[in-house]
């Protein structure tokens, strides 16, 4: 088993930032429907900024330990675990056994991925 170097860790909580920052950039907006489009639509890109600051270089570094599938797939797997959360605590809505279903089968296909 190889040893867990920065290369390996980093990106990953590089990930897992950037896409706090996404979530909130694509999602957020939807517990303020009462603002105009246009003004969520600048806040969206403000906060989209931050995402692609730690996600590129998370993948750049990244990129040295694991291939461009795995990087993608980490990604995902990590989209879907920020996005559960945000649901439940910003946007106040129920996971169903249906959702919890539907990114089991996801983490499935992550662990063929990475299946050596």
């Given at each position: 088993?190889?040893?867990?170097?920065?290369?390996?860790?980093?990106?990953?909580l590089?990930?897992?930032?950037?896409?706090?920052?996404?979530?909130?950039?694509w999602?957020?907006h939807?517990a303020?429907?009462?603002?105009?489009l246009?003004?969520v639509?600048l806040?969206?890109?403000?906060?989209?900024?931050?995402?692609y600051?730690?996600?590129?270089?998370a993948n750049?570094i990244g990129?040295?330990v694991y291939?461009?599938?795995?990087?993608?797939?980490i990604?995902?797997?990590?989209?879907?675990?920020?996005?559960?959360?945000?649901?439940?605590?910003?946007?106040?809505?129920?996971?169903?056994l249906?959702?919890?279903?539907?990114?089991?089968v996801?983490?499935?296909?992550?662990?063929?991925?990475?299946?050596?």
């Open positions: 088993m190889n040893s867990l170097t920065s290369a390996h860790v980093y990106p990953v590089m990930l897992i930032a950037s896409n706090v920052f996404m979530t909130f950039a999602y957020g939807l303020f429907k009462q603002k105009a246009w003004l639509v806040a969206s890109w403000g906060i989209a900024f931050f995402e600051c730690l996600a590129v270089p750049r990129n040295a291939s461009a599938a795995e990087l993608k797939t990604q995902e797997v990590i989209t879907f675990t920020i996005f559960i959360l945000f649901s439940v605590f910003w946007l106040k809505e129920s996971i169903t249906q959702h919890i279903l539907g990114f089991a996801i983490v499935v296909g992550a662990a063929i991925v990475f299946r050596a």
